[in-house]
């Protein structure tokens, strides 16, 4: 509890599990895209239960079905089977309580960025008047106060992805669901950005899923990282990284950091993925 | 004083900036006629068969109180059909593209007489209609109105994966995501099928004039080609033109002040 620092307490297998701090959870849940020969099992089944504040990276190779997984949790996707509930109640429809990001920004052409993160309040039906003052502070702290009258088309690759990261956490989700939002940008700039995602989610602490197949962005941004193995994904191992925030170069020089890459690195050599 | 001669100094600019990014063009052009106007001469081609650009002028000049009404009926014809067509098309693509209903049986059906050549049915609709606006005005309608109601069904059927998905998670209603997301996102690939009708409208003018009118700039070229009359059929020919080119540079100037913000604005705008 120093430095203001809340511990978080970890996610855990369904089993032996008293079911009291979990906001997201997932029982057999499977998912088989096509019927009959032509059917493909992309994952599944799979259990987890994921508490409240966690950071939770679903890591995996392409085509695992993590992407399959983040949908369904979104309730844009039904699963083939099993359950998934979020906050104790049946996922049966696309969630609210969310926002939502993807490899290619959910930014509108025709907005700027501004505009673009007042988006999400009218659809909202949340005046947007009243959060002015939040959404100012929200660029600031992405260093984009400079651009907010700018449209997308004006900005870098990274400085969009900052727009839209501001864009799905404007209204204060509780849950926040993020598909490879790094994934088109490039190394320096994705450095970069991870540094203004973990200070994001320190701020107002949303749960966070995160699907990624960058083994060391998934230990530096998160609580926990879920490793998937290849088609039909399954949760191999879920593995609590307990490192300090921020996780800036000293923590990612540790020992312990490296260890923890390193075990994930042998998780998937013996899957013969890398 | 100041203020005025900094003016005109800013549009002597743009003038001569305006010149020097397109002196080729115009280069080429003034060059396309001056060829035209000497070939005439060089290679003996008989008047009847065709005119000097200059004798166009003057012989159109001449006949100027009638070209300009029949550019004014063939303009109304034109202009009639073609917001009829953009009235009608933009609501039923938008119908099409949200039903699933009308999606297996008014689509299907118009892409089939998508195939159909549209002019085919101008006879009937003059035997039908008789020789006055009505028919000729049906007749844009028809060519014009294709391609805005399939652009417009590939429009608002081809939001992104992304969109959809964030529109799904804010809980936002149909109305309201039909206004603030649906709708702007589809204006560009609406004006596509508008640019394409536009193009098209003057096209279906003309023929359905050809084919039975007493007046209009088809009957017109016509009329004095079968009078052995080139000059006066290309005088025509440029007046035709002249409509293509204020409703195409309409949509354009449109096109720019409501979607500025899209790709192909702002490669042409450079």
């Known amino acids: ?57 679903f890591l995996g190779p392409s085509g695992c079905g993590k992407s399959t997984l983040m949908l369904m949790i979104a309730g844009l996707l039904a699963p083939s089977a099993g359950s998934i509930r979020v906050n104790g109640t049946e996922v049966k429809g696309p969630q609210t309580d969310i926002g939502i990001m993807f490899q290619d920004s959910t930014l509108v052409p025709w907005r700027t960025v501004r505009g673009n993160i007042e988006l999400q309040l009218e659809m909202r039906g949340i005046p947007v008047a009243a959060v002015r003052q939040r959404v100012a502070a929200l660029l600031k702290s992405v260093r984009l106060e400079d651009f907010a009258d700018r449209f997308p088309f004006e900005l870098s690759g990274g400085m969009q992805q900052r727009a839209a990261f501001c864009q799905a956490m404007i209204h204060q989700p509780k849950i926040v669901l993020l598909d490879e939002p790094l994934g088109k940008l490039d190394a320096m700039t994705r450095e970069h950005i991870r540094a203004d995602l973990q200070s994001l989610w320190m701020q107002s602490r949303p749960t966070v899923v995160f699907v990624t197949h960058s083994i060391e962005e998934a230990v530096q941004l998160s609580t926990e990282v879920a490793v998937i193995t290849p088609r ?3 949760i191999d191992t879920l593995i609590s990284v307990d490192l300090p925030f921020p996780r800036d170069l000293t923590v990612k020089n540790s020992s312990a950091f490296i260890r923890h890459v390193h075990d994930i690195q042998e998780i998937f050599h013996g899957y013969g993925v890398i | 004083m100041a203020t005025a001669s900094s003016e005109r100094g800013n549009s002597l600019d743009r003038l001569s900036r305006w010149i020097g990014r397109s002196w080729m063009f115009i280069a080429f052009f003034v060059g396309f006629f001056l060829f035209w106007e000497w070939s005439i001469v060089l290679f003996k081609i008989p008047l009847y068969i065709l005119s000097p650009p200059s004798m166009i002028v003057t012989k159109a000049w001449a006949d100027m109180s009638r070209l300009v009404q029949y550019t004014y009926i063939t303009g109304l014809e034109t202009l009639l059909g ?17 039903s699933s209903v009308l999606r297996r049986t008014i689509y299907p059906f118009l892409v089939c007489t998508e195939m159909v050549p549209k002019i085919a049915f101008a006879p009937l609709f003059i035997s039908w209609l008789g020789f006055g606006l009505l028919p000729k005005v049906i007749i844009v309608f028809l060519v014009c109105f294709f391609p805005i109601v399939l652009n417009a069904i590939l429009a608002f059927n081809s939001l992104s994966e992304e969109l959809t998905r964030f529109s799904y998670s804010t809980g936002a209603g149909t109305w309201r995501t039909f206004f603030k997301i649906r709708l702007p996102a589809a204006l560009p690939q609406c004006f596509v099928g508008f640019k394409y009708a536009g193009l098209n409208a003057t096209v279906g003018a003309a023929i359905a004039e050809f084919i039975g009118s ?57």
């Open chain 2, 82 to 98: 073609y917001a009829v067509a953009i009235v009608t098309a933009l609501p039923m693509g938008l119908a099409i593209a949200f």
């Open chain 1, 232 to 234: 039909p994904g399954k």
């Open chain 1, 1 to 57: 509890m120093k430095d203001g620092r809340r511990t978080v307490p970890p996610s855990i297998f369904l089993e032996g599990w008293d079911g009291l701090t979990s906001l997201i959870e997932l029982r057999g849940v499977t998912k088989v895209f096509g019927k009959g020969g032509a059917a493909v099992h992309a994952f599944g089944p799979v259990d987890i239960a994921i508490s409240e504040g966690q950071f939770i990276s």
């Open chain 2, 214 to 270: 007493d007046q209009g700039l088809g009957f017109y070229i016509q009329i004095t080609t079968g009078n052995m009359r080139p000059e006066l059929a290309f005088a025509g020919i440029f007046f035709l033109t002249a409509i293509g080119l204020v409703l195409f540079g309409t949509i354009t100037l449109a096109e720019r002040l409501i979607i500025p913000w899209h790709i192909s604005v702002r490669r042409a705008q450079g």
